[in-house]
């Protein structure tokens, strides 16, 4: 449970004349886990035009959270991001067990459809689901 969330608004922007947009903030908690705080932090923007939006959210958390003996999590960092129709799902957890680090990371990739120049003017379709890494 969250408990005592901070945020701000740290910047927004828009140009009426050319449909440009962009709005930034924050957010900083604590959140009570098995009796353990765990620091929380989580970032949002969303820029773009009208027919065009970017817009990344960044989850990130810091232990040390024990989980069970012999393993607790040190560091916790998500991002969701959506860039001109494309979305990227990533993250990595500094997991610690048995006294070793251990850092899994994962990252899934879906593309929009839309048709994609190549170089001698044909488009081409993007595929629809693409997956980045996955690493231990």
């Known amino acids: 449970m969250p408990a005592h969330p901070t945020g701000q ?9 050319t449909g440009t947009f962009s709005l930034q903030a924050e957010v900083a908690s604590e959140w009570a886990v098995a ?14 035009l009208v027919t065009m939006i970017n817009a990344p959210l960044t ?10 003996d012999e393993l607790s999590l040190q560091d916790i960092n998500f991002a969701l991001m959506l860039e001109a129709g ?3 799902l ?12 251990l850092t899994p990371t994962a990252s899934y990739m879906q ?10 003017g044909r488009l081409w379709g993007a595929p629809s689901f693409k997956l980045e890494s996955l690493a231990l």
Not at 35 to 48: D, F
Not at 60 to 67: E, T
């Open 9 to 17: 608004l740290i910047e927004h922007n828009y140009i009426q004349h």
């Open 90 to 101: 990533a993250g990595d957890v500094v997991a610690i067990p048995f006294d070793e680090t």
């Open 111 to 120: 593309m929009s459809d839309r048709p994609q120049p190549l170089n001698d």
């Open 86 to 88: 494309d979305w990227l």
């Open 59 to 68: 989850i990130q958390g810091g232990g040390p959270l024990a989980i069970a």
């Open 35 to 48: 009796n353990q705080t765990l620091a929380v932090q989580v970032g949002w923007s969303v820029e773009g």
